[in-house]
Protein backbone atom coordinates (compact mmCIF):
# COMPACT_ATOMS: atom_id res chain seq x y z
CA UNK A 1 0.00 0.00 0.00
CA UNK A 2 1.44 3.36 -0.97
CA UNK A 3 1.60 5.77 1.74
CA UNK A 4 -0.45 8.67 0.11
CA UNK A 5 1.45 12.52 -0.33
CA UNK A 6 4.91 10.94 1.24
CA UNK A 7 6.40 12.65 -1.78
CA UNK A 8 3.87 14.98 -3.26
CA UNK A 9 2.81 18.24 -1.36
CA UNK A 10 -0.89 17.53 0.20
CA UNK A 11 -3.22 19.88 -0.98
CA UNK A 12 -4.66 21.37 2.09
CA UNK A 13 -1.19 22.66 3.38
CA UNK A 14 1.20 22.35 0.74
CA UNK A 15 3.59 20.58 2.15
CA UNK A 16 4.12 16.73 2.24
CA UNK A 17 3.97 14.30 5.08
CA UNK A 18 7.23 14.43 6.74
CA UNK A 19 7.67 18.57 6.73
CA UNK A 20 4.06 18.93 7.97
CA UNK A 21 5.39 16.50 10.93
CA UNK A 22 8.66 18.47 11.36
CA UNK A 23 7.17 21.43 11.64
CA UNK A 24 4.79 20.35 14.26
CA UNK A 25 7.82 18.64 16.21
CA UNK A 26 9.65 22.10 15.58
CA UNK A 27 7.13 23.70 17.53
CA UNK A 28 6.53 21.32 20.52
CA UNK A 29 10.70 22.25 20.57
CA UNK A 30 10.02 25.41 20.80
CA UNK A 31 7.74 25.62 23.47
CA UNK A 32 9.72 23.44 25.40
CA UNK A 33 13.24 25.66 25.09
CA UNK A 34 10.63 28.81 25.22
CA UNK A 35 10.04 27.54 29.00
CA UNK A 36 13.32 26.76 29.87
CA UNK A 37 14.80 30.33 28.91
CA UNK A 38 11.88 31.97 30.88
CA UNK A 39 12.45 30.15 34.13
CA UNK A 40 15.91 31.35 33.40
CA UNK A 41 15.05 34.93 33.00
CA UNK A 42 12.77 34.64 36.41
CA UNK A 43 15.76 32.93 38.33
CA UNK A 44 17.81 35.71 37.43
CA UNK A 45 15.98 38.51 37.38
CA UNK A 46 14.27 37.35 41.06
CA UNK A 47 18.19 36.96 42.36
CA UNK A 48 19.33 39.06 45.13
CA UNK A 49 21.47 42.34 43.61
CA UNK A 50 25.45 40.70 42.81
CA UNK A 51 24.57 37.32 43.45
CA UNK A 52 24.32 36.47 39.81
CA UNK A 53 27.66 34.76 38.70
CA UNK A 54 29.42 36.69 35.97
CA UNK A 55 32.67 35.60 33.75
CA UNK A 56 32.19 32.00 35.02
CA UNK A 57 32.51 30.71 31.02
CA UNK A 58 34.97 31.24 28.29
CA UNK A 59 33.73 33.35 25.81
CA UNK A 60 36.12 32.52 23.10
CA UNK A 61 35.37 28.77 22.90
CA UNK A 62 31.71 29.94 22.98
CA UNK A 63 32.30 31.85 20.18
CA UNK A 64 34.26 28.99 18.40
CA UNK A 65 31.39 26.82 18.78
CA UNK A 66 28.58 29.40 17.31
CA UNK A 67 30.84 30.11 14.86
CA UNK A 68 30.89 26.23 14.27
CA UNK A 69 27.01 25.81 14.01
CA UNK A 70 26.52 28.55 12.21
CA UNK A 71 28.83 27.23 9.14
CA UNK A 72 27.21 23.50 9.31
CA UNK A 73 23.82 25.21 9.11
CA UNK A 74 25.63 26.54 5.64
CA UNK A 75 26.42 23.12 4.83
CA UNK A 76 23.48 21.90 5.30
CA UNK A 77 21.86 24.18 3.31
CA UNK A 78 24.57 22.99 0.45
CA UNK A 79 24.09 19.55 0.55
CA UNK A 80 20.35 19.66 0.31
CA UNK A 81 20.96 22.59 -2.78
CA UNK A 82 23.66 19.92 -4.37
CA UNK A 83 20.83 17.22 -4.13
CA UNK A 84 18.23 19.27 -5.72
CA UNK A 85 20.77 19.86 -8.82
CA UNK A 86 21.48 16.72 -8.63
CA UNK A 87 24.93 16.34 -7.19
CA UNK A 88 24.98 13.51 -4.91
CA UNK A 89 28.87 13.53 -4.51
CA UNK A 90 28.90 17.49 -3.22
CA UNK A 91 26.26 16.43 -0.97
CA UNK A 92 27.97 14.23 0.27
CA UNK A 93 31.14 16.29 0.79
CA UNK A 94 28.92 18.90 2.24
CA UNK A 95 27.27 16.48 5.14
CA UNK A 96 30.43 14.95 5.97
CA UNK A 97 31.65 18.89 7.06
CA UNK A 98 27.85 19.08 8.52
CA UNK A 99 29.00 15.96 10.79
CA UNK A 100 32.39 17.12 11.42
CA UNK A 101 31.22 20.68 12.57
CA UNK A 102 29.01 18.63 14.97
CA UNK A 103 32.26 16.38 16.13
CA UNK A 104 33.79 19.78 16.70
CA UNK A 105 31.27 21.33 18.91
CA UNK A 106 30.89 18.21 21.43
CA UNK A 107 34.37 18.27 21.88
CA UNK A 108 34.03 21.57 23.03
CA UNK A 109 31.56 21.19 24.93
CA UNK A 110 33.10 18.42 26.68
CA UNK A 111 35.95 20.73 27.48
CA UNK A 112 33.96 23.13 28.80
CA UNK A 113 32.09 20.14 31.33
CA UNK A 114 35.14 18.84 32.33
CA UNK A 115 36.43 22.57 33.56
CA UNK A 116 33.67 23.29 35.42
CA UNK A 117 33.86 19.54 37.23
CA UNK A 118 37.75 20.26 38.02
CA UNK A 119 36.90 23.95 39.60
CA UNK A 120 35.67 23.65 43.43
CA UNK A 121 34.74 25.84 45.88
CA UNK A 122 36.55 24.60 49.41
CA UNK A 123 34.37 26.28 52.58
CA UNK A 124 37.01 26.15 55.64
CA UNK A 125 35.95 25.80 59.48
CA UNK A 126 37.79 29.17 59.96
CA UNK A 127 35.22 30.79 57.79
CA UNK A 128 37.25 31.41 54.68
CA UNK A 129 36.50 30.43 51.40
CA UNK A 130 39.03 29.08 48.52
CA UNK A 131 37.72 29.13 45.25
CA UNK A 132 40.13 27.70 42.32
CA UNK A 133 41.18 24.48 40.09
CA UNK A 134 42.51 21.73 41.66
CA UNK A 135 46.01 20.83 40.41
CA UNK A 136 45.40 16.71 40.96
CA UNK A 137 49.18 16.08 40.82
CA UNK A 138 50.22 17.78 43.85
CA UNK A 139 47.06 17.27 45.75
CA UNK A 140 47.01 13.65 48.32
CA UNK A 141 43.79 13.88 49.52
CA UNK A 142 41.16 11.71 48.03
CA UNK A 143 38.81 14.52 46.13
CA UNK A 144 35.72 12.80 44.78
CA UNK A 145 35.87 14.88 40.51
CA UNK A 146 31.91 14.03 40.39
CA UNK A 147 29.26 14.66 43.13
CA UNK A 148 30.49 15.87 46.05
CA UNK A 149 30.76 13.74 49.10
CA UNK A 150 32.02 14.34 52.62
CA UNK A 151 36.01 14.36 52.47
CA UNK A 152 37.54 12.05 55.26
CA UNK A 153 41.39 10.83 55.39
CA UNK A 154 44.19 13.06 55.64
CA UNK A 155 46.21 14.83 52.96
CA UNK A 156 46.42 17.94 51.44
CA UNK A 157 44.08 19.68 48.32
CA UNK A 158 46.53 21.86 45.78
CA UNK A 159 44.59 24.96 44.42
CA UNK A 160 46.12 26.61 41.60
CA UNK A 161 44.56 29.75 40.45
CA UNK A 162 43.50 30.38 44.08
CA UNK A 163 40.73 32.80 45.03
CA UNK A 164 40.88 33.22 48.54
CA UNK A 165 37.79 35.33 50.19
CA UNK A 166 38.45 35.92 54.10
CA UNK A 167 34.55 34.94 55.11
CA UNK A 168 31.81 33.21 54.17
CA UNK A 169 28.82 33.90 53.99
CA UNK A 170 30.34 37.01 52.99
CA UNK A 171 29.56 40.74 52.91
CA UNK A 172 28.29 41.91 49.52
CA UNK A 173 31.66 42.92 48.49
CA UNK A 174 33.33 39.46 49.38
CA UNK A 175 30.11 38.36 47.54
CA UNK A 176 30.76 40.09 44.55
CA UNK A 177 34.04 38.69 44.23
CA UNK A 178 33.56 35.18 44.56
CA UNK A 179 30.76 35.34 41.56
CA UNK A 180 33.08 37.01 39.55
CA UNK A 181 35.30 34.09 40.10
CA UNK A 182 39.19 33.53 40.42
CA UNK A 183 41.07 36.46 40.60
CA UNK A 184 43.15 37.39 37.41
CA UNK A 185 46.79 36.28 37.87
CA UNK A 186 49.51 39.72 38.17
CA UNK A 187 51.37 40.88 35.36
CA UNK A 188 54.72 39.55 36.78
CA UNK A 189 53.11 36.41 37.49
CA UNK A 190 51.92 36.37 33.70
CA UNK A 191 55.53 36.96 32.77
CA UNK A 192 56.80 34.20 35.11
CA UNK A 193 54.23 31.79 34.08
CA UNK A 194 53.72 30.93 37.90
CA UNK A 195 50.43 30.22 38.85
CA UNK A 196 49.34 31.24 42.71
CA UNK A 197 48.43 28.27 44.35
CA UNK A 198 46.91 27.27 48.59
CA UNK A 199 47.58 24.46 50.15
CA UNK A 200 44.31 22.89 51.83
CA UNK A 201 44.85 20.35 55.04
CA UNK A 202 40.91 17.95 55.16
CA UNK A 203 41.08 18.76 58.59
CA UNK A 204 40.54 22.68 57.85
CA UNK A 205 37.66 21.57 55.16
CA UNK A 206 33.95 22.45 56.09
CA UNK A 207 32.29 21.70 53.19
CA UNK A 208 32.84 21.76 49.17
CA UNK A 209 31.78 21.52 45.73
CA UNK A 210 33.05 21.15 42.33
CA UNK A 211 30.46 23.67 39.68
CA UNK A 212 28.27 20.37 38.59
CA UNK A 213 24.86 21.63 38.29
CA UNK A 214 24.43 21.38 42.45
CA UNK A 215 26.91 23.55 43.31
CA UNK A 216 24.02 26.75 42.59
CA UNK A 217 21.25 28.07 40.27
CA UNK A 218 23.53 29.13 37.65
CA UNK A 219 25.36 25.89 37.20
CA UNK A 220 22.06 24.10 37.56
CA UNK A 221 20.25 26.03 34.56
CA UNK A 222 24.09 26.00 32.61
CA UNK A 223 24.12 22.23 32.56
CA UNK A 224 20.36 21.91 32.13
CA UNK A 225 20.15 24.08 28.74
CA UNK A 226 23.21 23.25 27.09
CA UNK A 227 23.37 19.41 28.24
CA UNK A 228 19.17 19.46 26.87
CA UNK A 229 21.37 21.31 23.63
CA UNK A 230 23.92 18.66 23.65
CA UNK A 231 21.78 15.96 23.25
CA UNK A 232 19.97 17.98 20.25
CA UNK A 233 23.21 17.73 18.43
CA UNK A 234 24.03 14.65 19.16
CA UNK A 235 20.68 13.10 17.94
CA UNK A 236 20.63 15.17 14.90
CA UNK A 237 24.24 14.29 13.78
CA UNK A 238 22.96 10.59 13.99
CA UNK A 239 19.77 11.28 12.01
CA UNK A 240 21.86 13.01 9.39
CA UNK A 241 24.57 10.41 9.42
CA UNK A 242 22.04 7.78 9.00
CA UNK A 243 20.67 9.74 5.77
CA UNK A 244 24.19 10.34 4.41
CA UNK A 245 25.61 6.74 5.27
CA UNK A 246 23.77 3.73 5.65
CA UNK A 247 20.37 4.72 3.68
CA UNK A 248 22.25 6.64 1.00
CA UNK A 249 21.10 3.77 -0.91
CA UNK A 250 17.71 5.42 -1.21
CA UNK A 251 18.35 7.86 -3.36
CA UNK A 252 19.26 5.61 -6.39
CA UNK A 253 15.44 4.42 -6.00
CA UNK A 254 13.77 7.19 -4.56
CA UNK A 255 15.72 10.89 -4.95
CA UNK A 256 12.90 12.84 -4.53
CA UNK A 257 11.95 11.18 -1.24
CA UNK A 258 15.43 10.86 -0.25
CA UNK A 259 16.26 14.55 -0.95
CA UNK A 260 13.00 15.17 1.00
CA UNK A 261 14.47 13.15 4.25
CA UNK A 262 17.60 15.33 4.02
CA UNK A 263 15.68 18.94 3.72
CA UNK A 264 13.58 17.58 6.99
CA UNK A 265 16.59 16.80 9.23
CA UNK A 266 18.13 20.15 7.66
CA UNK A 267 15.11 21.90 9.55
CA UNK A 268 15.58 20.48 12.83
CA UNK A 269 19.53 21.24 12.80
CA UNK A 270 18.79 25.01 11.77
CA UNK A 271 16.76 24.65 15.18
CA UNK A 272 19.85 23.20 17.03
CA UNK A 273 21.81 26.20 15.43
CA UNK A 274 19.28 28.99 16.72
CA UNK A 275 18.95 27.66 19.79
CA UNK A 276 22.58 28.07 21.03
CA UNK A 277 22.31 31.35 18.97
CA UNK A 278 20.00 32.53 21.91
CA UNK A 279 22.08 30.49 24.55
CA UNK A 280 25.45 32.02 24.04
CA UNK A 281 24.76 35.56 24.37
CA UNK A 282 22.22 34.76 27.43
CA UNK A 283 25.07 32.19 29.44
CA UNK A 284 28.43 33.83 27.87
CA UNK A 285 28.03 37.36 27.64
CA UNK A 286 25.22 38.80 29.82
Not at 78 to 104: E, H
Not at 128 to 139: A, C, R
Not at 248 to 264: C, I, L, S
Request: charged share 15%; proline share 5%; hydrophobic share 45%.
Amino acid sequence: MEIPYAVKPRPDTGLYNAKVGIWLFLASEVMLFGALFSSYILLRVGAPAGTWPHHWLNVILGMINTIVLIASSVTVVLSWASLKMGQFGRYRVFQAITLLCALTFMLIKSFEYRDKFNHYEFQLKDGSVVDGHVDWEKTTAKVPKWIPFKLSGEGKIVVEHANVISKYPTTAENHAQLMEGPAPLSKEAKEAEERPEKEIEVSQVKAFSNYGPWHNTYTAIYFTLTGLHALHVVGGAIVIFMIWGPLAGVYRKDPVRYTNRVEVSGLFWHLVDLVWIFLFPVLYLL
